[in-house]
């Protein structure tokens, strides 16, 4: 295809504003995708994303539109908008010469909003703004076209207004599509650059790349070299998604498709690296290229111990298709053979869990999610802590944290509130914006204290109202302790956290109060401690009993006794001991769970 007749663009948007339905709006007014075949968030391919109606994977599509007698082809690439896949999100966005911007007119703009505008700002695209919902009572068109004005400028009365659910207003935005949009621009003759912006694992086909192809082209049976580590693969199939995969002759200068290489794992044809040709190589890669960092770990076990190699073997598959997860084998006292995995956030951490509940029919228990912390001994060693058990034992000389710049949106009314939650979790105010009845907050936070029940504690306060966004920014000296808790002089591994100072107290109370309500008396009493260090700063005990089970049954029928005796026997198997106290398994998991 001819450059000049190419669109490369994307939707950007808040989660829930409406992307994927209009996307799917997008396929059947262009005739991508057959009525009959049609269904709700067609590009949302996995089970999960469908159930949560949240996009994980980005996707890319060809669709064709005619404006005045030519026929284009349409590159549409849709991204997730959660704040845990903004890496994937930066890819999909430089794959693009244009963007979307979509906002509910009924909403409003919200903290993703604006990240992904700055996103795709930074990219240089053509921005077009579009509100969307116009079909909703509560739709405020004025006040939101007013809104989106006074952030990118332009005249309120150019906003299209289209309705993803009924399709109003869909053919007038791909129209537009085509006259605002630049068309790609790259040299035809020059070697070979495609850059990679998804790469994702189909059992049957193997790794599927899809590329936008900046300079050169690639052609089937080519070999092709990776530029980020060189390796060499052969182009078994070039095609584009329409949304089906079509082979193709190839793909020249600004166009979108996907390669197939036969590889089986997506950690060799690594989102953000260029692809070139062994035979005429490029000289230098296109830019942008960073490894994805785990920011959250948390520890994974099986429930039934028997299930360590089906777990293992789940995280094997899953890594096949999912380059940002990170995983290590990991014992503990309480919870057995697991693993320790590393997450971009607490979202990716929580489909992770759910997908191997759900597709590997796992039970599992995580352990509370930490972040990485750099700890520096008073000898000068430097330890990078990402479970607390591997915190060094010696003296500290210093802590630093990871540090994150949050984004809140939210109407004004809620300033109070949500101040007063950020400084109790150590951030601190960084700038404060209005736009119309809403305020933007910006605060320096530590990571660790939203990858717990931040989210959370925003909503309640706000009523649902506050959206949140947040990226990283770098390391800060911290004054943290760790907290261990020991069971009659014994640790539990899977409850030490490391917290601030000012916190220690308070996890430590938590900690052992709820595992006095959840472990049962025992033949001895069995004092349970928060200490740091040698330091105990909480107690609890839980008093002794003697209490023959079968006493009560003296004289009864012995078949009661026979069952009483087999229940007891089956509480055993899951029970564990730490030092000389049996602790049922679900006290643990009660007690990691946290209520
Ligand atoms: P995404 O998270 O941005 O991909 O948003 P979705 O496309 O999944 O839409 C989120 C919710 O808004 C779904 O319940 C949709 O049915 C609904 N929705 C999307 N577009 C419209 C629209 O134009 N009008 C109305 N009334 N609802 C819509
Ligand atoms: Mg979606």
């Known amino acids: 295809t001819d450059p000049a007749r190419i669109r490369n663009f994307c939707i950007i948007a808040h989660i829930d504003h409406g992307k994927s339905t209009l996307a799917d709006r997008m396929l059947q007014v262009t005739g991508t995708v057959p009525e009959r075949e049609m269904r709700a968030q067609y590009l949302d391919r996995m089970d999960i994303e469908r159930e949560r109606g949240i996009t994980i994977k980005s996707q890319a599509v060809r669709m064709h539109w005619d404006v005045d007698g030519a026929a284009y082809a349409l590159n549409m690439i849709d991204t997730p908008g959660h704040v845990d896949f903004s890496y994937e999100v930066s890819r999909s966005l430089a794959a693009c010469e244009g963007a979307i911007l979509l906002v509910d007119a009924a909403q409003g703009i919200e903290a993703q909003t604006l990240a992904n505008l700055y996103l795709a700002m930074e990219n240089d695209?053509?921005?077009?703004?579009?509100?969307?919902?116009?079909?909703?009572?509560?739709?405020?068109?004025?006040?939101?076209?007013?809104?989106?004005?006074?952030?990118?400028?332009?005249?309120?009365?150019d906003i299209l207004k289209v309705s993803g659910k009924t399709g109003m207003g869909v053919e007038e935005l791909l129209d537009r599509v085509v006259e605002r949009i630049p068309h790609p621009v790259g040299e035809a003759d020059?070697?070979?650059?495609?850059?990679?912006?998804?790469?994702?694992?189909?059992?049957?086909?193997?790794?599927?790349?899809?590329?936008?192809?900046?300079?050169?082209?690639?052609?089937?049976?080519?070999?092709?070299?990776?530029?980020?580590?060189?390796?060499?693969?052969?182009?078994?199939?070039?095609?584009?998604?329409?949304?089906?995969?079509?082979?193709?002759?190839?793909?020249?200068?600004?166009?979108?498709g996907y390669l197939i290489t036969g590889v089986k794992d997506v950690r060799q044809s690594k989102v953000g690296d260029t692809v070139t040709t062994k035979l005429k190589p490029a000289s230098e890669a296109l830019p942008g290229y960073t490894d994805p960092k785990p920011m959250v770990f948390s520890g994974l076990y099986p429930i039934d111990g028997s299930d360590y190699p089906v777990l293992r073997e789940a995280l094997d598959k899953l890594k096949l298709s999912d380059a940002a997860l990170q995983y290590e084998p990991e014992t503990s006292v309480a919870l057995g053979f697991g693993f320790r995995c590393g997450f971009l956030g607490l979202l990716h951490l929580e489909i992770i869990s759910e997908r191997l509940r759900r597709e590997?029919?796992?039970?599992?228990?995580?352990?509370?999610?930490?972040?990485?912390?750099?700890?520096?001994?008073?000898?000068?060693?430097?330890?990078?802590?990402?479970?607390?058990?591997?915190?060094?034992?010696?003296?500290?000389?210093?802590?630093?944290?990871?540090?994150?710049?949050?984004?809140?949106?939210?109407?004004?009314?809620?300033?109070?509130?949500?101040?007063?939650?950020?400084?109790?979790?150590?951030?601190?105010?960084?700038?404060?914006?209005?736009?119309?009845?809403?305020?933007?907050?910006?605060?320096?936070m530590p990571l660790g204290e939203i990858v717990f029940d931040f989210f959370d504690h925003l909503k309640s306060r706000t009523q649902g109202y506050a959206s949140l966004d947040y990226e990283p920014m770098g390391e800060q000296e911290a004054d943290l302790v760790k907290v261990d808790i020991l069971l009659q002089g014994d640790k539990v591994d899977a409850f030490s956290a490391i917290v601030h100072r000012d916190n220690?107290?308070?996890?430590?109370?938590?900690?052992?109060?709820?595992?006095?309500?959840?472990?049962?008396?025992?033949?001895?009493?069995?004092?349970?401690?928060?200490?740091?260090?040698?330091?105990v700063i909480a107690r609890e005990t839980i008093r002794a009993i003697r209490k023959d089970v079968l006493a009560k049954c003296y004289g009864g029928d012995i078949s009661r006794k026979r069952k009483l005796l087999e229940k007891q026997k089956e509480g055993k198997k899951r029970m564990k001991m730490v030092g000389r106290v049996e602790v049922p398994q679900e006290a643990f998991i009660a007690a990691l769970s946290g209520d």
């Open 125 to 157: 695209l053509e921005i077009i703004p579009v509100l969307n919902k116009i079909d909703l009572p509560a739709a405020d068109p004025e006040r939101v076209a007013g809104e989106i004005a006074d952030l990118i400028g332009g005249d309120p009365d």
């Open 190 to 256: 020059a070697p070979a650059r495609a850059m990679i912006f998804d790469s994702v694992y189909d059992p049957y086909r193997g790794v599927v790349t899809y590329v936008r192809m900046v300079d050169g082209k690639l052609t089937p049976r080519e070999k092709i070299q990776m530029m980020s580590t060189g390796a060499e693969h052969e182009a078994l199939e070039i095609g584009v998604s329409s949304p089906e995969p079509v082979p193709t002759k190839g793909l020249a200068v600004g166009e979108v």
């Open 360 to 444: 590997f029919d796992l039970d599992l228990i995580a352990t509370a999610p930490s972040v990485v912390y750099q700890v520096t001994a008073e000898d000068g060693t430097e330890v990078t802590v990402t479970n607390p058990s591997e915190y060094p034992d010696g003296k500290i000389a210093s802590v630093r944290e990871p540090m994150v710049r949050v984004a809140i949106l939210a109407p004004k009314d809620y300033v109070g509130t949500i101040m007063e939650l950020c400084q109790s979790r150590r951030g601190s105010l960084m700038g404060m914006e209005y736009l119309g009845e809403r305020v933007e907050l910006r605060y320096g």
């Open 504 to 535: 220690a107290y308070h996890y430590g109370t938590m900690m052992a109060e709820r595992l006095r309500k959840l472990i049962p008396r025992q033949q001895f009493e069995v004092p349970i401690q928060a200490a740091i260090g040698a330091r």
